[in-house]
């Protein structure tokens, strides 16, 4: 085990834990970490996004938020991957201004453009000089994360190092991934409540399937849906799913 007791997840590992949690989560980080960055930078259409960058080195990774939320859904995780030396990048899809820590990107709400957005992050990432790239993508943004990955060498030259989706739909008013797009040779953590009444644990077990290797799959004995998942007290469902993308970041996600 890692240090701060972290759960390794093995690869190709199935692991549901029994014990069922309730709905009760841990706040919400309202501040972003100390020394995050304002950035600015457009999708790959030319829409002004704005979000954090956080930490430095050469190991990068990129946070693509929920439908239902923003940026500040990564408060947290942010803050610990930095610590643990990797650059990070959290960013508003295009439509999401919640204002203040959170941020404003323009233009309007639209899951299908949600790539472009994603493209951009990458994008701009790559202008920063890193030479691996990690996606970590919650519901619609593990969606778009996992899309980006099949059309990796469309975006970049930059080696993808792994994605991580949390409670990603196969579909989501148009945004949407098949079978064969899931063949992308890079490792793969699929994350998601075993209650998620949206269906995510089904979904994460369906990719989980479909999949090329290397790939893993983690199912948590909660009801919460995407990021909320990370800040789950009861049972240590949040640290233990935390602990699980740190690690599997350490793992894949280090420039070697």
């Not at 709400?109 to 790239?133: C, H, I, W, Y």
């Not at 369906?206 to 983690?218: H, I």
């Not at 800040?231 to 602990?243: D, L, N």
């Amino acid at each position: 085990m890692s240090r701060r007791g972290r759960l390794t997840v093995l690869l190709a590992a199935v692991l549901v834990l029994p014990v069922v949690a309730t709905c009760k989560e841990a706040e919400a980080p309202t501040a972003a970490p100390a020394g995050a960055r304002v950035i600015h930078f457009e999708s790959s259409d030319g829409v002004g996004l704005e979000g954090k960058l956080y930490g430095s080195g050469n190991s990068g990774v990129i946070l693509s938020h929920q439908f239902n939320s923003d940026q500040s859904s990564w408060f947290g995780l942010s803050g610990e991957l930095a610590a643990d030396g990797f650059l990070v990048l959290t960013y508003n899809f295009r439509g999401y201004c919640p204002g203040g820590d959170a941020g404003c990107s323009e233009g309007t709400k639209d899951p299908v453009a949600s790539t472009d957005d994603l493209a951009g992050a990458v994008a701009f990432m790559n202008e920063q000089g890193v030479r691996r790239l990690a996606l970590v993508g919650a519901s619609m943004g593990g969606t778009a994360s996992l899309e980006a990955a099949a059309g990796w060498a469309q975006h970049t030259t930059t080696p993808l190092s792994g994605v991580v989706a949390i409670s990603a739909p196969a579909s989501f008013e148009g945004l949407a991934v098949g079978p064969e797009q899931l063949q992308f040779p890079s490792p793969k953590l699929f994350v998601a409540g075993r209650d998620d009444p949206a269906g995510a644990a089904d979904a994460a077990r369906s990719f989980f399937d479909n999949a090329s290797q290397p790939k893993e799959l983690l199912v948590l004995p909660t009801d919460q849906h995407g990021a909320p998942i990370l800040g789950v007290e009861e049972s240590g469902v949040g640290r233990q799913a935390t602990g699980a993308i740190v690690d599997f970041l350490q793992k894949h996600g280090r420039e070697g």
